[in-house]
């Protein structure tokens, strides 16, 4: 162990001061017991409320079956809640898999999502890193689709047509922003039908303000489509989802 410190000191001595830094200063996270609690309870108890909507989703879709057609999800990175789509509804249901995102990180972010934490660029996972990691999870290529664009573009009349062959079982709408989620709804409401559930993975985002995010932009799509109608379905800390009647 003396060995290593001395060899990893070494290495450190020998680069540009910048870098020696920025590396000494990752090893440290490492180390610390920040990391492990980070490890072992927070990123944990983030990721498993996902893992129970996506279960109960998949038992109320069984329970009130057939519901068939897509599993839409439109922020992608990382493929995280893609594998885990993946991995508790392919048993159960053939449906076609549909990764919506810039694959280039977040938008430029519009005043009205201003916050901190968002970055232009942020959270960004390419279309191959991302389809790797699909496969990884054992999804065939013949069960995927992705579409790449911003959603202001790429979500139009051509690839609604491209698509329209069915309905959506599934819409899991994880965008955070309100610019980035108008357009999704907007998108979305020829892929309805009765038993779609829609997810909203950023509900409580912006403080829990009703007037922001994804929250407001729901409200608003729901008083523009008086002839459409909804249920809750849960709602829980960050997630909220609703089923179309």
Known sequence: MNALKRLYRGTLSTLPPELAKTIKQSADWIR???????????????????????????????????????????????????????????????????????????????????????????????????VRLCRSAGMPANRLST???????????????????????????????????VPILKFIVPFLQRGTVIVFDDWACFHNDPNRGERLAWREFTEAHPELAFSKLYEQGELAAFVSL
């Not at 998949?58 to 897509?70: M, Q, S, T, V």
């Not at 810039?102 to 991302?130: C, M, R, V, Y």
């Open 147 to 181: 579409v790449k664009g911003f959603y202001d573009q790429s979500l139009n009349e051509q690839t609604q047509a491209r698509f329209l062959g069915s309905k959506a079982a599934v819409v899991y709408i994880d965008c955070d922003l309100y610019a980035s989620t």
């Open 32 to 130: 610390s017991p920040a990391n492990r609690w980070t490890r072992r309870y927070y990123t944990p108890a983030a990721r498993q409320p996902r893992e129970d909507l996506l279960l109960l989703i998949a038992r109320f879709c069984h329970i009130n079956r057939p519901i068939e057609g897509y599993y839409f999800e439109f922020g992608c990175h990382e493929a995280n809640t893609m594998r885990a789509a993946w991995k508790h509804f392919r048993h159960l249901f053939n449906w076609h898999f549909v990764a919506f995102d810039s694959f280039e990180g977040l938008p430029e972010i519009k005043d009205i999502d201003k916050q901190p934490i968002w970055q232009a660029g942020k959270l960004k996972t390419s279309n191959e890193d991302f």
